[in-house]
């Protein structure tokens, strides 16, 4: 992923309502959710909706869909995985790392 894509993203995501709003969409899953769900669940006014979800979109992170009269948006993991991965690229030197949870769940197995 090139330098620029991930600023993009990450300046997306450097805002109180797209952070909640992308979030929300990850927990919902590929399948997405209308527009006006995502407004209730984060409470936040359709006009400010609208501005916020068209930024996400713009930086890769939300795919729109219509279905009907409605627009569905789901988080697009393809590019979030993408920026993860750039971000963790060179981590530990270059040697394979665990995660944190596989820590913790191992830790309960030593006698």
Do not use: W
């Not at 590019?79 to 769940?105: R, W």
Request: proline residues 4%.
């Amino acid at each position: 992923m090139e330098t620029k894509s991930v600023i993009s993203a990450l300046a997306a995501l450097a805002q109180e309502s797209r952070l909640a709003i992308f979030r929300f969409l990850v927990q919902i899953g590929p399948e997405g959710i209308a527009a006006s769900k995502i407004g209730e669940h984060v409470g936040i006014a359709p006009s400010s909706l609208s501005f916020h979800l068209k930024e996400l979109t713009h930086a890769s992170l939300v795919v729109p869909r219509q279905d009907g009269r409605f627009v569905i948006y789901a988080a697009n993991y393809d590019t979030m995985n993408q920026v993860l991965g750039f971000l963790t690229e060179n981590c530990c030197g270059g040697n394979v790392c665990s995660p944190a949870s596989a820590c913790h769940e191992t830790e309960g197995l030593a006698t």
